[in-house]
């Protein structure tokens, strides 16, 4: 069965995207990381959010409308009560188990990625998350799409199992206790 | 003159509070660092915000009222414009230059360390700040007082300059760039 991976940029300051969801915070970072590259070699499917969907969808460049820069060429799946059409992308609906399940059966052995805050809060909060990989950008943005936001409940604890520097970015990597 | 110092444990999701001020998280993390007791030695003065100040001096254990858990014993400066009664603290009011002025002032060659989100942030927008150490905790809370939140203007550029894990604890030291 599937290991279930959060997989996010963010920076230092916790965001995954900044004001109007931008990315271009993160260019120039990072881009040639063997630890990324091998970690993408063991991704068997990829679950994202609407919003990260959408983000990606309207990039300029192709290969960026992919998960990965377009390294990935597994499945993906979406996780929207409207789906758009496109024939690249499973669409799924409803609840975040079944969605879960659905996409873990396609990675088969190797990882589940979940891409984007509101899918990966769903997961956390349902205890679907197996691990953590965090790459942290040395910027400060002040504002945007938070990495992890919920009003109530516990917190969650995380136990470190691994870090690494690649050029300015720190590679933190977690497995979810509990 | 001394170099400022941004120094802040956070959460990984980017929080150095949690919800009501909460502070437990980070109990049981880090407690003997080497490099942190190091770099307390290096550390002439403290200017920190007021409710940083509050959130101490309302600790029950008499050195937690203190920076560091009372291993630092130099002068500590508090901007508030409302100055409570406290002979071991100076309170600054006004400007946020005057304030890092005057408490860099005392801490002479060595650093001074800024806490609190709302002073740093201020002191960042006023590039006063040289350098930021931040301790990640291996948490998810969810909610609380951000490390940095600001609405508008550019943002902060770091450059990365020394990695290190404690325990389960990453210390991610930078230079504010520009």
């Known amino acids: 069965m599937a290991l279930v991976l959060w997989h996010a940029t963010m920076s230092l300051d916790g965001f995954i995207a900044g004001p109007a969801d931008s990315m271009d915070w993160m260019l120039g970072f990072g881009e040639e990381d063997s630890e990324v590259n091998e970690l993408i070699k063991k991704i068997g499917a990829v679950l994202s959010g609407r ?8 990039q300029e460049r192709p290969e960026f409308r992919r998960p990965y820069g377009g390294a990935f060429s597994g499945p993906v799946f979406v996780l929207t009560h409207k ?16 969605a879960v399940e659905t996409a873990a059966g396609a990675a088969g052995d190797k990882y589940l990625a979940i891409f984007g805050a509101d899918v990966a809060r769903q997961c ?31 917190l969650i604890h995380l136990e470190l199992t691994r870090m690494s ?8 990597r977690f497995s979810v206790v509990g």
């Open 165 to 172: 520097r690649n050029g300015q970015v720190t590679n933190l």
């Open 51 to 58: 919003r990260t969907y959408d983000v990606g969808a309207g």
């Open 83 to 98: 789906p758009p059409h496109d024939p690249d992308v499973t669409f799924l609906s409803g609840d975040i188990r079944a």
């Open 124 to 154: 956390i909060e349902a205890r679907l998350i197996d691990e953590v990989m965090i790459h942290v950008v040395p910027v400060l943005l002040g504002d945007g799409v938070r990495l992890f936001s919920k009003q109530q409940g516990e």
